[in-house]
């Protein structure tokens, strides 16, 4: 059972007989639909709408990670992958998951029990359900959140990877917090997010974003870290993204 509790009153969500959503003792219901949990009613990601989503895999690999970042496909899948590995046996929580992409192909080879993906936007959840549902004997979550409120309970995963989804994010303390409230002592936290002054393209693309995001300030991200309650962070850099892995203390 997924350790998921309401975002109203913090009880924990138990899934309905009938399979169409889930509810707290509190009286608290939240529809599930193709595969994914409602827990943020009217709540959306702008910018990643339809069209965004359904070219996302076609694009990101060459448009984004290499053109952008500066960086290979294979720095990405390597990241997710260990994370699997530290989650083998338990629970992968994979926040601002996307369509899950770079998480799936990992997750029955490295032995993840279960996989819990968080995202804001819901047309990348949709498609992260359906390519879930393809993979014959994985349990897998998708739920409609935010970072900075999870929706689980505290301890209660064995790792967390956060794939350049953090620079959305206008309150990284809370959500780094929130990250570690969520994972067991010692669990391990794998993040790679973009920062600034490491790419004179991505320094001009974030410049020219007609929406605000909010890159890692690479000078700070170590105390950052510290702050929320992590430690042994071992930060690589390369191009415009900064690779972490961490583990909560």
Same mark, same amino acid.
């Given at each position: 059972?997924?350790?998921?509790?309401?975002? =109203?009153?913090?009880?924990?969500?138990?899934?309905?007989?009938?399979?169409?959503?889930?509810?707290?003792?509190?009286?608290?219901?939240?529809?599930? #639909?193709?595969?994914?949990?409602?827990?943020?009613?009217?709540?959306h990601?702008?910018?990643?709408?339809?069209?965004?989503?359904?070219t996302?895999?076609?694009?990101?690999?060459?448009?984004?990670?290499?053109?952008l970042?500066?960086?290979?496909?294979?720095d990405?899948?390597?990241?997710?992958?260990?994370?699997?590995? $530290?989650?083998?046996?338990?629970?992968?929580?994979?926040?601002?998951?996307?369509?899950?992409?770079?998480?799936?192909?990992?997750?029955?080879?490295?032995?993840?029990? *279960?996989?819990?993906?968080?995202?804001?936007?819901?047309?990348?959840?949709r498609l992260?359900? #359906? $390519?879930?549902?393809?993979?014959?004997?994985?349990? =897998?979550?998708?739920?409609?959140?935010?970072?900075?409120?999870?929706?689980?309970?505290?301890?209660?995963?064995?790792?967390?990877?956060?794939?350049?989804?953090?620079?959305?994010?206008?309150?990284?303390?809370?959500?780094?917090?929130?990250?570690?409230?969520?994972?067991?002592?010692?669990?391990?936290?794998?993040?790679?997010?973009?920062?600034?002054?490491?790419?004179?393209?991505y320094?001009?693309?974030?410049?020219?974003?007609?929406?605000?995001?909010?890159?890692?300030?690479?000078a700070?991200?170590?105390?950052?870290?510290?702050?929320?309650?992590?430690?042994?962070?071992?930060?690589?850099?390369?191009?415009?993204?900064?690779? *972490?892995?961490?583990?909560?203390?």
């Amino acid at each position: 059972m997924p350790p998921l509790r309401c975002p =109203a009153d913090a009880l924990p969500l138990l899934e309905d007989a009938g399979g169409a959503g889930w509810a707290c003792e509190g009286g608290h219901r939240y529809p599930e #639909r193709d595969g994914v949990l409602e827990l943020l009613p009217g709540g959306h990601a702008p910018g990643f709408g339809r069209l965004r989503a359904a070219t996302y895999n076609l694009t990101f690999d060459l448009i984004n990670v290499r053109r952008l970042f500066g960086a290979r496909p294979r720095d990405v899948r390597e990241l997710h992958r260990d994370a699997a590995r $530290a989650a083998r046996g338990g629970i992968l929580l994979d926040v601002a998951c996307g369509t899950s992409r770079w998480a799936l192909p990992h997750l029955q080879p490295e032995g993840v029990a *279960t996989y819990l993906g968080v995202d804001s936007a819901m047309p990348m959840l949709r498609l992260a359900a #359906r $390519a879930a549902r393809r993979r014959r004997g994985l349990d =897998a979550r998708l739920v409609h959140s935010e970072a900075q409120r999870l929706p689980l309970r505290e301890g209660s995963v064995d790792a967390a990877i956060s794939s350049l989804g953090l620079q959305f994010v206008a309150e990284l303390p809370e959500a780094l917090a929130e990250l570690r409230r969520v994972l067991r002592r010692g669990g391990g936290l794998f993040a790679v997010a973009p920062a600034l002054g490491l790419r004179a393209r991505y320094d001009r693309r974030h410049q020219e974003r007609a929406r605000r995001d909010f890159p890692l300030e690479l000078a700070r991200w170590p105390a950052q870290l510290e702050a929320a309650g992590f430690d042994a962070p071992d930060v690589r850099i390369v191009g415009a993204l900064v690779f *972490t892995r961490a583990r909560a203390a």
